[in-house]
C-alpha cells in the first residue's frame, strides 16, 4: 500500500503545486522523518525486548517494557513539539521571512510526527505478541489511507497546512483503532504507568542508542541529502531527486515487507536458540533479495529515466547517468539494511551501530562535495560509496552473531543431555 502511495503521489502533487513547491513541501516534510528519531531508537528495542520475552511467557515484563517505552515516548514528544513551537514563535517574531511563512505548517508537521510517533506503540505491543498480521494490516490501511486524503487535500486545491490538518485528522483516528485492537487482542497488556520504571528504560538503553543509528543514517541518507541538493542545486533539483530514489526503493520495499514480517519470528527462534529455524528465516530473505531486489535495480537503472518522466506527467526529467547510479546505490543498500533487521530483531546489532551511523555522515560530506561538482550525477556516486562502507561492516557483524546463535544451541542442547543423562 505504501508503494501504491507512492507512486500516486509525486504525479499529484507536481500536478497541483507545481515542481518548485512540491520541491519546498518534500524539504518541509523531512521534519517528520528527524522526528521519528528522538524515540532514541527505544520502540524498536522495545518491540525486540517484548517478543523475546513474550516468547519466554513472561508478560509481567511484556507490560513492563510497553508501560516504560510508552511513557518515555509521551515525554519526549511533549518536550520536542513545545520546543518547537517556541523556537517557531521566536524566529517569527524576529523576523526571519524565510521560516515565518511556513511557520504553520512547521508546526502542524512536528504535531503531526508526535502522533505518528505514539501511533506505533500499541502496534509494537500486537507485533510483539503474536499479533504481528493484524497489527501490521490495519495500522498500514489507515496509513494509506491518511496519505490518500492528504492526496485528495491536495487535489481540491488544498495548500501545505491543509494536507497536514488532514493527514493530522486521520493519524487520531488510526491511534484510537490501534489502541481498541490492543485491546480486545491483548487485555492483559494494559495502559497507564503503574508498571513503568526508569529500570526497564535503563535496560533497553544500550540498545536502544544503537538501534537509533540505523534509521538515524537511513535519515540523513535520504532526507539529509534532500537538503543538501535542495541547499546546492535548488527545489527543481530536489523535485527530480526525490522522484528517482522513491521509484528505486519500489523493489526495496517489497522485499521489505518479507523482511519485517521475519523478524518477530527471528526473535523467537533466537530466544529459543533454535538455529534450524533461524537459518531458513535468513535463506528465506535471501531469496527474497535474488528474486526481487536483483531484477529491480537492474529494469530501474535501465529504464528508470523513462519511468520518471512518464509518471511525471512529463514534468521531471531526470539524468540516466544519475538514475543507473541510484539503482547500484539501492541495491548495495538493499544487503546491508536486511543483515541489520535481523540483527536488530534480537538487539545484537550495537557492534554494527557505529559504522550504520558514521555511513550516514560520509553520505552528507561525499553528497556536498559530490554535488558541488558534478551536481545529480555527484550526489548518486556519494550514495554508492556511502552503502559500501555499510556493507563492509554488516557482514562482519552477521557472521558473528551466526557464531553466537550456534553457540547458544549447543550449550542448550548440552544441558538437555546433560539432564537426561
Given at each position: 500500500?505504501?508503494?501504491?502511495?507512492?507512486?500516486?503521489?509525486?504525479?499529484?502533487l507536481?500536478?497541483?503545486?507545481?515542481?518548485?513547491?512540491?520541491?519546498?513541501?518534500?524539504m518541509?516534510?523531512?521534519?517528520?522523518?528527524y522526528?521519528?528519531?528522538?524515540?532514541?531508537?527505544?520502540?524498536?528495542?522495545?518491540?525486540s525486548?517484548?517478543?523475546?520475552?513474550?516468547?519466554?511467557?513472561?508478560?509481567?515484563?511484556?507490560?513492563?517494557?510497553?508501560?516504560?517505552?510508552?511513557?518515555?515516548?509521551?515525554?519526549?514528544c511533549?518536550?520536542?513539539?513545545?520546543?518547537?513551537?517556541?523556537?517557531l514563535?521566536?524566529?517569527?517574531?524576529?523576523?526571519?521571512?524565510?521560516?515565518?511563512s511556513?511557520?504553520?505548517?512547521?508546526?502542524?508537521?512536528?504535531?503531526?510526527?508526535?502522533?505518528?510517533?505514539?501511533?506505533?506503540?500499541?502496534?509494537?505491543?500486537?507485533?510483539?505478541?503474536?499479533?504481528?498480521?493484524?497489527?501490521?494490516?490495519?495500522?498500514?490501511?489507515?496509513?494509506?489511507?491518511?496519505g490518500?486524503?492528504?492526496?485528495?487535500?491536495?487535489?481540491?486545491?488544498?495548500?501545505?497546512?491543509?494536507?497536514?490538518?488532514?493527514?493530522?485528522?486521520?493519524?487520531?483516528?488510526?491511534?484510537?483503532?490501534?489502541?481498541?485492537l490492543?485491546?480486545?487482542?491483548c487485555?492483559?497488556?494494559?495502559?497507564?504507568?503503574?508498571?513503568?520504571?526508569c529500570?526497564?528504560?535503563?535496560?533497553?538503553?544500550?540498545?536502544a542508542?544503537?538501534?537509533?543509528?540505523?534509521p538515524?543514517?537511513?535519515a540523513?541518507?535520504?532526507?539529509?541529502?534532500?537538503l543538501?541538493?535542495?541547499?546546492?542545486?535548488?527545489?527543481?533539483?530536489?523535485a527530480?531527486?526525490?522522484?528517482?530514489r522513491?521509484?528505486?526503493?519500489?523493489?526495496?520495499?517489497i522485499?521489505?515487507?518479507?523482511?519485517?514480517a521475519?523478524?518477530?519470528?527471528?526473535?523467537?527462534?533466537?530466544?529459543?536458540?533454535?538455529?534450524?529455524?533461524?537459518?531458513?528465516l535468513?535463506?528465506?530473505n535471501?531469496?527474497?533479495?535474488?528474486?526481487?531486489?536483483?531484477?529491480?535495480?537492474?529494469?530501474?537503472?535501465?529504464?528508470?529515466?523513462?519511468?520518471?518522466?512518464?509518471?511525471?506527467?512529463?514534468?521531471?526529467?531526470?539524468?540516466?547517468?544519475?538514475?543507473?547510479?541510484?539503482?547500484?546505490?539501492?541495491?548495495?543498500?538493499?544487503?546491508?539494511?536486511?543483515?541489520?533487521?535481523?540483527?536488530?530483531?534480537t538487539?545484537?546489532?550495537?557492534?554494527?551501530?557505529?559504522?550504520?551511523?558514521?555511513?550516514?555522515?560520509?553520505?552528507?560530506?561525499l553528497?556536498?562535495?559530490?554535488?558541488s561538482?558534478?551536481?545529480?550525477?555527484?550526489?548518486?556516486?556519494?550514495?554508492?560509496f556511502?552503502e559500501?562502507?555499510?556493507?563492509?561492516?554488516?557482514?562482519?557483524?552477521?557472521?558473528?552473531?551466526?557464531?553466537?546463535?550456534?553457540?547458544?544451541?549447543?550449550?542448550?542442547?548440552?544441558?538437555i543431555?546433560?539432564?537426561?543423562?
Amino acid at each position: 500500500m505504501a508503494l501504491v502511495l507512492q507512486l500516486v503521489s509525486i504525479p499529484v502533487l507536481v500536478s497541483a503545486w507545481g515542481a518548485e513547491n512540491f520541491g519546498v513541501w518534500m524539504m518541509l516534510t523531512t521534519i517528520p522523518t528527524y522526528f521519528a528519531l528522538t524515540d532514541l531508537g527505544f520502540l524498536q528495542a522495545a518491540t525486540s525486548d517484548m517478543t523475546m520475552s513474550y516468547a519466554r511467557g513472561d508478560r509481567e515484563q511484556v507490560v513492563k517494557t510497553y508501560q516504560s517505552t510508552f511513557v518515555l515516548l509521551l515525554t519526549v514528544c511533549l518536550g520536542v513539539v513545545s520546543l518547537a513551537v517556541f523556537t517557531l514563535i521566536y524566529l517569527q517574531s524576529n523576523l526571519y521571512s524565510s521560516v515565518a511563512s511556513y511557520s504553520d505548517t512547521l508546526i502542524l508537521l512536528v504535531v503531526f510526527a508526535a502522533l505518528s510517533l505514539l501511533s506505533r506503540t500499541p502496534l509494537a505491543a500486537l507485533r510483539a505478541t503474536g499479533q504481528y498480521a493484524t497489527g501490521t494490516a490495519s495500522y498500514d490501511l489507515i496509513v494509506f489511507a491518511e496519505g490518500l486524503v492528504g492526496l485528495l487535500t491536495a487535489y481540491l486545491g488544498g495548500g501545505f497546512k491543509e494536507v497536514v490538518g488532514a493527514q493530522i485528522a486521520v493519524r487520531l483516528f488510526n491511534m484510537m483503532l490501534m489502541y481498541w485492537l490492543l485491546r480486545t487482542r491483548c487485555p492483559w497488556l494494559t495502559f497507564g504507568t503503574r508498571f513503568a520504571s526508569c529500570f526497564q528504560i535503563r535496560a533497553l538503553f544500550i540498545p536502544a542508542i544503537a538501534a537509533m543509528a540505523i534509521p538515524v543514517a537511513m535519515a540523513i541518507n535520504l532526507q539529509g541529502v534532500v537538503l543538501i541538493v535542495g541547499g546546492l542545486l535548488g527545489p527543481i533539483a530536489v523535485a527530480s531527486y526525490t522522484p528517482v530514489r522513491t521509484c528505486s526503493r519500489m523493489a526495496l520495499q517489497i522485499v521489505g515487507v518479507m523482511n519485517r514480517a521475519s523478524m518477530p519470528e527471528i526473535a523467537r527462534a533466537s530466544s529459543k536458540g533454535d538455529s534450524a529455524e533461524l537459518g531458513q528465516l535468513v535463506k528465506l530473505n535471501a531469496i527474497f533479495i535474488v528474486v526481487f531486489l536483483v531484477p529491480g535495480s537492474v529494469l530501474f537503472g535501465l529504464f528508470g529515466s523513462e519511468f520518471v518522466e512518464i509518471w511525471s506527467n512529463g514534468h521531471i526529467f531526470p539524468d540516466e547517468l544519475f538514475v543507473g547510479l541510484v539503482a547500484v546505490a539501492t541495491f548495495v543498500h538493499g544487503i546491508w539494511y536486511f543483515i541489520s533487521n535481523m540483527l536488530l530483531s534480537t538487539n545484537s546489532h550495537v557492534s554494527l551501530a557505529k559504522y550504520i551511523m558514521a555511513s550516514g555522515i560520509i553520505s552528507i560530506a561525499l553528497s556536498y562535495i559530490g554535488g558541488s561538482q558534478f551536481g545529480l550525477v555527484g550526489v548518486g556516486a556519494a550514495l554508492i560509496f556511502a552503502e559500501l562502507f555499510c556493507v563492509l561492516a554488516a557482514l562482519p557483524a552477521f557472521m558473528k552473531w551466526a557464531r553466537s546463535i550456534e553457540v547458544t544451541n549447543a550449550r542448550q542442547k548440552d544441558n538437555i543431555d546433560g539432564k537426561n543423562g
